[in-house]
């Protein structure tokens, strides 16, 4: 049973990368997925989530209009699509899942025992 997160890379800013977080052993329709980051120095930033009951979602402020957030149920896995990236968006990127709906938990970034799964980080480097 976990959380396996991927798709982190370097890029160039103006870029895009596709992170997935997929879980194994457990089935995601049930939970609500957020990705988080936390960059050297700074604290976990609740990222985007996407809620398991209606589909609705959160972005922060930092990201909206540039992140986009997905679910595909038959493939047991959530998306973070990442477009225009910018240097401030370079962090270790996390996703974790909560059973039931709970966009807040992730707008709050935690706290760390109210969610079930963690993935581990993957890298994102934004730089020329």
């Known amino acids: 049973v976990q959380l396996q997160a991927s798709g982190g890379g370097s890029v160039q800013p103006g870029g895009s990368l596709r992170l997935s977080c997929a879980a194994s052993g457990f089935s995601l329709n049930y939970y609500t997925v957020g990705w988080f980051r936390r960059a050297p120095g700074k604290e976990r930033e609740g990222v985007s989530g996407?809620?398991?009951?209606?589909?609705?979602?959160f972005y922060a402020d930092s990201v909206k209009g540039r992140f986009t957030i997905s679910r595909d149920n038959a493939k047991n896995t959530v998306y973070l699509q990442m477009n225009s990236l910018k240097p401030e968006d370079t962090a270790l990127y996390y996703c974790a899942a909560v059973f039931g709906s709970d966009l807040d938990s992730v707008r709050l970034a935690g706290p760390d025992a109210r969610f079930n799964y963690w993935g581990q980080g993957t890298q994102v480097t934004v730089s020329s």
């Open positions: 996407i809620n398991s009951s209606d589909g609705s979602t």
